[in-house]
């Protein structure tokens, strides 16, 4: 069992709907971090938590420290939304994981016009 | 902003050619890593380094060597390229405490 599980592996949306990923873990962690990655590109990190809610703009990240949950939410969804998003956390287990993230398998989101 | 910058976006190697991989950051950032993206796996770590001239091996470090003699720059080293090193290289820093940066990738392809 992989120690960052995400869902919906892929989600398809019209343009406008609310989204919501989703994202559990079984480690105890430091910090998770939610990150986007277009077709072809590079990752660019979206936020990092360590407790309850951030917003950026259309985007909103909440996280429950004691369900080991947290939640990426995409309101007014936009073709270029289109995107993998990626959960990953951070242990803070220094000695099993050091300094490393360990990653969920991924979101493929797709918003359609 | 933070930069990350990898030097090639995509690559093309031979079969046991030696292939240099760099990453280079502007922030000063202690804590350097190289992933690789394979399709059903993931971000999967190769090494890491968290200062000058340090290294730790991460879950898949066999095949590949790196090298971090000045604090801006990490090296990933394939000394002998195989095909099954075929994939998307990402590197990334962050400063202790911090969030991660990450670079646009390098996709390397060996044949």
């Known amino acids: 069992k992989n120690e960052v599980e995400q869902s919906p592996q892929n989600l398809t949306a019209q343009e406008g709907e609310f989204i919501t990923i989703n994202c559990s873990y079984s480690?105890?962690?430091?910090?998770l971090h939610w990150l986007q990655q277009h077709p072809g590109g590079g990752i660019v990190s979206l936020f990092m938590?360590?407790?309850g809610k951030k917003k950026h703009g259309r985007l909103i990240a909440t996280i429950n420290i004691q369900e080991k949950h947290s939640s990426l939410h995409i309101t007014a969804s936009h073709p270029r939304d289109s995107a993998v998003y990626i959960c990953?956390?951070?242990?803070?287990?220094?000695?099993?994981?050091?300094?490393?993230?360990?990653f969920g398998a991924g979101t493929i989101l797709r918003v359609k016009s | 902003d933070v930069k990350v910058t990898q030097s090639s976006r995509y690559l093309v190697k031979r079969t046991g050619e030696k292939v240099f991989l760099e990453c280079v950051q502007d922030?000063?950032?202690?804590?350097m890593f190289w992933y690789r993206q394979d399709p059903g796996l993931g971000l999967r770590l190769i090494y890491f380094?968290?200062?000058?001239?340090?290294?730790e091996k991460g879950d898949i470090p066999e095949g590949y060597s790196v090298s971090r003699e000045k604090k801006e720059r990490f090296s990933l080293i394939l000394e002998s390229a195989s095909t099954n090193q075929t994939s998307m290289y990402l590197c990334?820093?962050?400063?202790?405490?911090?969030?991660?940066?990450f670079g646009s990738g390098t996709r390397l392809t060996v044949v």
């Open positions: 990334a820093s962050r400063k202790q405490g911090y969030g991660y940066t």
């Open positions: 480690v105890g962690i430091s910090a």
């Open positions: 938590l360590s407790s």
């Open positions: 990953a956390v951070r242990s803070d287990d220094s000695v099993e994981y050091g300094n490393k993230l360990v």
């Open positions: 922030m000063d950032h202690e804590n």
């Open positions: 380094s968290y200062d000058v001239k340090m290294k």
